[in-house]
């Protein structure tokens, strides 16, 4: 494609989890497109989750997910609702900000320092996602979604950028400035915090995104151990270096109660 591209020229994949009915389906599709008007860049491809919990176990059980390749670069927004087309009208309204930000925020990311003001891409103005989780008991849990990839080499506001894009709580990256496995999540004074798995004893580089450091070691953990561990300390994910090769691992809790896990290709 040699210029931007209509928005409705783009293919939509829609896909379905629970009982959702077909006008639903219908409402997301033109909900989406509508804030994919938003850019003019091509839009390439546009993939709609809608997930409604057969037994709802929490107060926003239906599920909206909108995954847009933009010319090559993809954006990833979720939003949960009581109803599923509560949650679609959500995911427009954050689809269409983001959209409208993008152009703006992605400079930042290859070229200079950003300039502090009110639509950085570093600082948003749109509230953040509220994420449910069921708690599901833990000798019910399993790690249902296993990815396995190289992680891509960047530096922490690299990082951060491609977490926000990507609407993740946590991204897990190899530091180009270490060579390290490593992780920016939104925690802190800050709203970004990076942790590495070995800290390191000299000046850190100048970062676009105001970023607070964690001063510990990952910890050298099994899976089973890193599961355990996940659990008493019930927080959302856990970083580890694993047990036999050292590498970093990111272990994390779904939406469904059960756990995710990503780890280095090979």
């Not at 494609?1 to 006008?23: C, D, I, K, L, S």
């Not at 091509?42 to 909206?64: C, D, F, G, Y």
């Not at 926000?164 to 897990?172: C, I, T």
Request: aromatic share 8%; glycine share 6%.
């Amino acid at each position: 494609m040699n210029g931007p591209q209509p928005a409705t020229a783009a293919p939509v994949e829609v896909t379905t989890r629970g009982r959702t009915p077909a006008y639903l389906v219908e409402y997301a599709r033109d909900k989406v497109l509508q804030a994919c008007r938003h850019t003019s860049e091509p839009i390439l491809h546009v993939r709609i989750k809608l997930t409604v919990p057969a037994e709802p176990a929490t107060p926003r059980p239906a599920l909206a997910e909108a995954n847009v390749d933009i010319n090559g670069r993809p954006l990833r927004t979720r939003a949960a609702a009581p109803s599923l087309r509560e949650a679609v009208d959500l995911l427009q309204d954050r689809l269409r900000h983001r959209l409208s930000r993008m152009a703006l925020h992605w400079e930042a990311r290859r070229g200079g320092l950003p300039r502090p003001g009110p639509h950085e891409w570093r600082h948003t103005s749109q509230p953040p996602l509220q994420r449910d989780f069921f708690r599901r008991p833990a000798q019910e849990r399993q790690i249902v979604r296993h990815k396995s990839f190289e992680p891509a080499q960047a530096t922490p506001d690299e990082a951060v950028f491609d977490m926000e894009q990507l609407d993740y709580d946590v991204y897990l990256f190899t530091d180009v400035n270490t060579g390290q496995d490593a992780v920016v999540y939104r925690a802190g004074p800050t709203g970004y915090r990076l942790a590495r798995l070995h800290p390191v004893d000299r000046p850190e580089p100048v970062t676009a995104v105001p970023l607070t450091l964690s001063d510990r070691p990952a910890p050298r953990l099994t899976l089973p151990d890193a599961i355990d561990r996940l659990n008493l300390t019930d927080q959302p994910f856990m970083f580890f270096a694993d047990a036999a090769d050292g590498r970093g691992r990111l272990l994390y809790h779904r939406y469904d109660g059960h756990y995710g896990l990503i780890t280095p290709a090979g």
